[in-house]
């Protein structure tokens, strides 16, 4: 029987320090860009009035104006919290919109998952919206 040497499998070969060095910084290079179009992006989009259209026990409806003064519609993702007089938490919710190039226009979101009912002859006191961009390692 003959013998036959066979390589190891599979070859390993060290990458070269000026591909590593390359992929470093297109690693970087992408953060970069990354941090500087979310910048610019959010200083075209402008949200104005914002309150309470109508509410109830079991839901909140939030409504805003939203202006987008960039010349590209854009999908815009959303944070929208609403508050009680104490300043807890009574509802939240996370969503994504659209909204045209060059337009100011008239939204409304309904909250109808709140975290706890509103009590009886209770109001929401205060709502925030809060322009939420992809970043690294998270959105």
Same mark, same amino acid.
């Given at each position: 029987?003959?013998?036959?040497?066979?390589?190891?499998?599979?070859?390993?070969?060290?990458?070269?320090?000026?591909?590593?060095?390359?992929?470093?910084?297109?690693?970087?290079?992408?953060?970069?860009?990354?941090?500087?179009?979310?910048?610019?992006?959010?200083?075209?989009?402008? !949200?104005? @009035? #914002?309150? %309470?259209?109508?509410?109830? &026990?079991?839901?909140? *409806?939030?409504?805003?104006?939203?202006?987008n003064m960039g010349k590209k519609d854009q999908e815009?993702?959303?944070?929208?919290?609403?508050?009680?007089?104490?300043?807890?938490? !009574?509802? @939240? #919710?996370? %969503?994504?919109?659209?909204? &045209?190039?060059?337009? *100011?226009?008239?939204?409304?979101?309904?909250?109808?998952?709140?975290?706890?009912?509103?009590?009886?002859?209770?109001?929401?006191?205060?709502?925030?919206?809060?322009?939420?961009?992809?970043?690294?390692?998270?959105?």
């Open positions: 029987m003959p013998i036959v040497d066979r390589l190891e499998y599979p070859k390993k070969y060290k990458m070269s320090s000026a591909i590593l060095l390359l992929a470093v910084l297109l690693a970087v290079g992408a953060l970069l860009y990354q941090k500087y179009s979310n910048k610019a992006r959010a200083k075209q989009i402008v !949200i104005h @009035s #914002i309150g %309470f259209d109508e509410y109830d &026990k079991n839901y909140i *409806r939030v409504g805003y104006e939203i202006e815009v993702a959303l944070l929208i919290r609403v508050y009680d007089r104490e300043g807890g938490e !009574i509802a @939240s #919710i996370f %969503f994504k919109t659209n909204i &045209k190039a060059h337009t *100011r226009e008239f939204q409304s979101k309904v909250i109808d998952e709140l975290n706890r009912p509103l009590k009886e002859g209770e109001k929401p006191y205060r709502a925030t919206i809060e322009l939420r961009q992809r970043e690294f390692m998270h959105y």
